[in-house]
C-alpha cells in the first residue's frame, strides 16, 4: 500500500508557496538559480525515505556542513581540544559577524563563520592541511550514503567576494586560535561549503544524527553518541543564528540553516527533516524552508518540548 505521507509533504509545499524573500547575492553564482525549486524530504531512524517537489534538485550545502565538519573535528581531536578552540554559547548575531570571546578570540560557537573556520582547521592534519576539504567531503557522502562532488564554479564564486571570511580567518590566526594559514583555511572551508547536495541528501545526514550517529540506510555508525550530543545542542542552541530562540520556540526542532536555501532539522531518535527553497529572509534563512518546518511541526506534534 502507497504511504499517504508524500500527499501531505506535496500539500505542505503548496500551502508553503510564497514566492517571498530574496536570493543570495553576495556570492554571485547563488543569484542564478531558479527561485522556485521547493523540495522536503523526510528520513526515518529505520531509513524510510518520503520526499515531495523538486528533491532531485541539486544545491550547495553552505552552512549546513558546519554541524558535520564540527561532529568531525570532536571525533578526531576529541572534546577538552576543541572546546577549548570553540566556545558553546549562542551569538545572537549574524552568521559572518565576529562573535568572539573578549581577550581569547576563542569563537562563540560553531554554527557562526567564525567557530566554523575553527572547525575546518581542527580537521586539518599540521603535516597536510590541504587534505582536510577531502576528509570532509568523503564524510558529507558517508552521512549522504552516495559519493559527493564539490561544486567547483559556486566555490569560485565565492572565493572572489569572501573578505569577510578572509578578515575573520586573520583575526583567528592573530590569536592563535589556529596556526594555519588562514587563506588556505578560507579556500577549504568555501570549497566545504560548495558540497553538492538535494534534500534527500540532506535528509540522510540530519537522519543519522536522529539515529543516534549511524547512518540509516547503510548501517554505518559515523558519529559517537556523545558527539551527535554535542552536535545537536549546538544546533538547538546556535543553529539558527540570531533567530536561534524564535526558532526553538516556535518551531522546537534542533535546526540548521544554508545560504543557497537549504534546512535541517533532526528529531534524536525519529527523523532527519530537509528543505529546499532558494528564496531567503533576512537571518539568511530560507523563507519556504521556514514555513514547511513551522507547518510540519504543528501538524505533526513535532515540538520536542
Ligand atoms: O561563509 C559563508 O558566508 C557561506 N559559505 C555560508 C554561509 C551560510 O550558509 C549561512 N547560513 N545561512
Not at 554571485?28 to 525549486?37: G, Q, S, W
Request: charged share 20%; with cysteine.
Amino acid at each position: 500500500m502507497r504511504s499517504p505521507l508524500p500527499d501531505y509533504l506535496t500539500e505542505v509545499l503548496d500551502a508553503c508557496t510564497d514566492g517571498s524573500g530574496t536570493l543570495a547575492d553576495y556570492i554571485p553564482e547563488l543569484a542564478n538559480v531558479d527561485p522556485d525549486r521547493f523540495a522536503l524530504s523526510l528520513v526515518t531512524a529505520e531509513g524510510t525515505t518520503y520526499s515531495a517537489g523538486d528533491d532531485n534538485h541539486v544545491f550547495t550545502i553552505q552552512s549546513i556542513s558546519k554541524p558535520f565538519v564540527y561532529g568531525l573535528a570532536l571525533e578526531k581531536r576529541g572534546f577538552e581540544a576543541v572546546l577549548g578552540k570553540i566556545d558553546v554559547e549562542p551569538s545572537g548575531e549574524a552568521f559572518n559577524e565576529i562573535s568572539l570571546e573578549r581577550d581569547s578570540g576563542r569563537p562563540l560557537n560553531p554554527m557562526i563563520n567564525a567557530g566554523a573556520l575553527t572547525a575546518h582547521a581542527l580537521v586539518a592534519d599540521a603535516d597536510s592541511p590541504g587534505t582536510a576539504i577531502e576528509e570532509i567531503r568523503a564524510l558529507l557522502s558517508a552521512l549522504a550514503g552516495r559519493e559527493l562532488d564539490i561544486d567547483e564554479k559556486v566555490a569560485a564564486s565565492e572565493m572572489q567576494t569572501t573578505y569577510r571570511n578572509v578578515a575573520i580567518a586573520n583575526l583567528l590566526r592573530g590569536y592563535e586560535i589556529f596556526c594555519d594559514d588562514p587563506d588556505e583555511v578560507v579556500a577549504g572551508y568555501v570549497r566545504q561549503c560548495s558540497v553538492d547536495v538535494t534534500t534527500t541528501d540532506l535528509a540522510m545526514m540530519a537522519g543519522t544524527l536522529a539515529s543516534g550517529g549511524i547512518q540509516p540506510r547503510t548501517g554505518v555508525q559515523i558519529f559517537s553518541r556523545p558527539v551527535v550530543r554535542q552536535v545537536l545542542s549546538v544546533m538547538a542552541t546556535c543553529g539558527m543564528y540570531d533567530a536561534a530562540g524564535d526558532w526553538l520556540s516556535t518551531i522546537g526542532i534542533p535546526a540548521k540553516s544554508g545560504v543557497s536555501g537549504g534546512l535541517i532539522g533532526v528529531l534524536p531518535g525519529q527523523l532527519g527533516i530537509a528543505a529546499y527553497s532558494p528564496r531567503l529572509d533576512e537571518h539568511g534563512t530560507s523563507v519556504q524552508g521556514v514555513a514547511a518546518f513551522e507547518r510540519l511541526s504543528r501538524d505533526m506534534n513535532l515540538h520536542l518540548m
